[in-house]
């Protein structure tokens, strides 16, 4: 279980993530919605160690990683789907692949995890070789998935996996994340696609002003009319 | 303000006449000398950020000038100075016209090849004018001054006073920020209607003359010139130092550092303190460059930039509703046959898109399927292999960047691209300057506030884009593209990533920019905005064109189903 207890984050002076609890249970699948700005992006980073914490606590397992290099994270069993992929684009698919695979233990399984990714992405098999720069939005995000994957994490964090994608890529995407979800891994969803998300999830956290201002099961908050009319946008 | 500055100027006019001992005047003389290369290096390298390693080579060529002219010819060397900057210029604009031509020839590929002009110089140098042993440069100084090196320095105060005021003038005009665009972003500069290769060809000149004038009065100063002392390595890097130090990114900065440094090195002279000084200095350098990344100027005024702009200054200039007289519906742009590839890969093979005035276009389809490559051969980012574009009857296709954005057309990048370094205001006022009508610094900033209020970044105005969210930086992408007030207007994903909520909000946004008068094509996956906003759409897939029509007919067609939407949507 990966648990956030009163966790405030600042961006520059101000802080952008203030007093927020949250948790993810093991093979859950968890959604974190709410309008730009809301410290969503912040919030995933901090979890994947990439930015500090301010105060509040960060436990995998009971063990506190609050104040750990982003690499502990990574053996805690974290992985991240960084906002605008971050690959190397001039290094290969494989190779992009490869560098997700960097602890040993991870390094151990490589084959067989290039074998689940290219299983899970099948189009990124036949494109092995080519530089990741070359490749399609959605080929770009299935490899941006699949170096995360190659580190064999328990929790993966993705944010906004679905921006800028095409409708038939977006439903590639959202069934490769159930069908990872539903081998046994734990997966935390930043997304706009609000009704797709919530299809997927098994509960939902809505972000506002660096709060949470909901959580529950999705059919509790599509049932919430002043959550369904500020956040969700259904009708 | 301009009473101290004349005092100022008297007082530095005056020094010759005060009787100081001789070593005095040579160390101001110095000191100017060092202000003149640091500033003028800074025209070219800071402002439009092609670092040279070559500031010697063009010194050198002004020194050789009036050495030659006036040392072995018998010229009046006053009259030689002029010609000193012409030669210094010229060279700078005749390599600057070879090598600003070419895309690759940036950043440290750039660096290299004025270092190398450098040992080009020396060795012609070397085996025509000089010939080898030097040239004696004895000359008579005008006696206005009680003492020749009296008359030099104030030469060299004239060359500083002049030096100081260019880089001044270019710094708050629209040259400037033309120079600033192009050191954040050349490609970007040049599709926001920044003239970037005649920019920096005249930024290179007057940096260089600069230089060449400098040369030219120290060819008397020092009354001896040799090749190894004048084409010197030392002095190019010496000048990016100060340059550095003082802080490029302002027009003083380089005189801070030139003054800075020059202090340190004569602080510690003769004996046993020169080794010492020397060490002391670097070490002062070291720590000063890595705690002041942004110079010493840099630094201070990055203190004072939270300073809001005075509430007269943010009034938005008042909208004149631009309503196009010609009749709604005409083609305003017609593309045929568009084809690019890139290393082998079709991007577009034979793309077909008419986008007629007044419209909301809807252009989607697959990733990868060509549609940026569109806007970015529309746009002028890049040139297409073949086929047509043309706009209200004129042909664009192989028309530079900035000439397209003159004739109307604007766009956002996908991933947003702001200057970085300027400011949220600063970025926006940019195209104004550059557009059809060409506004002076205050016109566009009035009219940058009007797109930053209409884009709701009214209060990040004074904030740098990368301070802002992704959200943000994309309405940012929005405002500074509509600052130019364009005809046609091309949004690539503006509208990704919003929430429902959000959406209405920016769907209005659009509607209220056709409202002013501009057609919009709009590139997007978002299917509610493009059901809700488009009057026509367009299906690219494998770099052409499959469909067109009415949103909910185009929607429905079996080929688009297949290709882009995986199920019928509606």
Redesign the interface.
């Known amino acids: 279980m990966y648990e956030v207890s009163n966790v405030r984050v600042n961006y520059g002076a101000a802080a952008a993530v203030s007093d927020v609890n949250l948790r993810i249970d093991a093979g859950e699948l968890v959604v974190v919605l709410g309008p730009n700005g809301a410290g969503k992006s912040t919030l995933v980073n901090a979890m994947a160690g990439l930015h500090a914490v301010e105060a509040g606590r960060l436990a995998v397992d009971g063990h506190d990683i609050t104040r750990s290099p982003p690499h502990r994270f990574c053996d805690r069993g974290i992985a991240i789907v960084p906002e605008g992929r971050r690959l190397f684009a001039n290094l290969s698919v494989r190779e992009n692949l490869e560098l997700g695979s960097y602890r040993a233990e991870a390094r151990r399984a490589r084959t067989e995890s290039m074998e689940r990714v290219c299983a899970l992405f099948p189009v990124l098999a036949e494109r092995l070789g080519a530089p990741a720069g070359a490749l399609s939005g959605g080929q770009q995000q299935m490899v941006a998935i699949g170096r995360a994957l190659m580190a064999r994490p328990r929790f993966l964090l993705l944010d906004e996996p679905s921006l800028g994608l095409s409708p038939m890529v977006v439903h590639e995407l959202f069934r490769a994340i159930r069908q990872v979800n539903a081998e046994g891994m734990a997966v935390l969803l930043v997304e706009q696609n609000v009704a797709m998300a919530l299809e997927l999830a098994r509960r939902a956290y809505v972000l506002d002003e660096g709060r949470i201002a909901a959580e529950g099961l999705p059919s509790e908050l599509v049932g919430r009319d002043d959550i369904r009319r500020a956040y969700l946008g259904t009708k | 303000m301009k009473g101290a500055l004349a005092l100022c100027a008297a007082l530095f006019c005056a020094l010759p006449f005060a009787g100081l001992p001789a070593f005095y005047e040579s160390f101001l003389y110095l000191l100017l000398h060092a202000i003149v290369l640091a500033t003028s290096w800074n025209l070219l390298s800071g402002y439009s950020g092609y670092f040279s390693f070559g500031h010697g080579a063009f010194f050198g060529i002004g020194v050789y000038t009036t050495a030659a002219l006036a040392g072995r010819l018998g010229w009046p060397f006053l009259w030689t100075l002029p010609l000193a900057a012409l030669a210094a210029a010229a060279l700078g604009a005749g390599l600057g016209a070879v090598v600003f031509r070419v895309r690759a020839l940036r950043g440290e590929l750039f660096a290299l090849l004025t270092l190398a002009i450098t040992f080009v110089l020396a060795t012609v140098a070397l085996n025509t004018v000089d010939g080898g042993p030097g040239i004696q440069v004895m000359v008579d100084v005008p006696k206005i001054t009680p003492t020749a090196s009296g008359f030099l320095y104030l030469l060299m105060l004239g060359a500083a006073a002049l030096t100081l005021w260019t880089a001044y003038a270019m710094a708050h005009s629209r040259f400037g920020t033309g120079l600033f665009a192009i050191r954040d972003d050349e490609d970007v500069a040049e599709v926001m209607g920044v003239p970037t290769y005649r920019f920096k060809l005249a930024a290179f000149a007057i940096s260089c003359a600069l230089a060449g004038l400098a040369g030219g009065i120290h060819a008397i100063f020092v009354s001896y010139v040799t090749v190894a002392e004048t084409f010197s390595i030392a002095l190019a890097v010496n000048v990016v130092l100060m340059s550095a130090l003082g802080g490029t990114r302002h027009w003083l900065g380089p005189a801070v550092g030139a003054v800075a440094i020059t202090v340190l090195l004569y602080a510690f002279t003769g004996g046993e303190a020169a080794v010492i000084g020397r060490a002391l200095s670097g070490l002062i350098l070291i720590i000063v460059i890595v705690a002041m990344p942004e110079g010493i100027l840099g630094q201070i005024l990055k203190r004072f930039r939270r300073r809001e702009l005075p509430r007269s200054a943010r009034k938005g200039s008042e909208v004149s509703v631009q309503i196009t007289t010609r009749a709604l519906g005409e083609p305003l742009l017609v593309v045929q046959g568009l084809t690019k590839a890139f ?1 082998g ?1 079709q991007a577009l093979a034979g793309a077909n898109l008419e986008v007629r005035r007044g419209e909301i276009l809807g252009l ?5 399927s060509g549609k940026s490559t569109l806007i970015n051969l529309v746009s002028g980012h890049y040139r297409a292999d073949g086929g047509s574009i043309r706009f209200e009857g004129r042909e664009l296709a192989g028309i530079p960047a900035h000439r397209i954005a003159r004739a109307g057309i604007a766009r956002t990048y ?2 947003p691209r702001p200057f970085p370094q300027l400011t949220v205001l600063q970025n926006v006022a940019l195209p104004p300057m550059f557009g059809q009508v060409v506004m002076d610094r205050a016109a566009a900033a009035r009219e940058a506030w009007r797109w930053l209020e209409f884009t709701n970044l009214g209060d990040k105005a004074n904030s740098y884009p990368g ?1 802002l ?4 930086r994309k309405f940012l992408e929005l405002a500074r593209a509509l600052a130019a007030r364009p005809k046609l207007i091309f949004l690539d ?1 503006v509208l ?9 909000g920016a769907l209005r946004l659009i509607r209220a920019i056709r409202e002013q008068g501009a057609s919009v094509v709009f590139v997007e ?1 978002v ?1 509610r905005a493009v059901m809700e906003l488009a009057d026509r759409v367009v299906v690219l897939t494998y770099g052409r064109a499959i469909a067109a029509g009415m949103p909910l007919d185009v929607m429905r067609h079996p080929e688009v189903v297949s290709a ?4 019928a ?1 509606v």
């Open positions: 290393k890969v989607v389809g697959p990733n990868g996908q991933i301070e969210n992704l959200h943000q994903e990704s990533g919003l929430t429902p909520l959000e959406m209405d996956h299917m882009y939407l995986g199920a949507h």
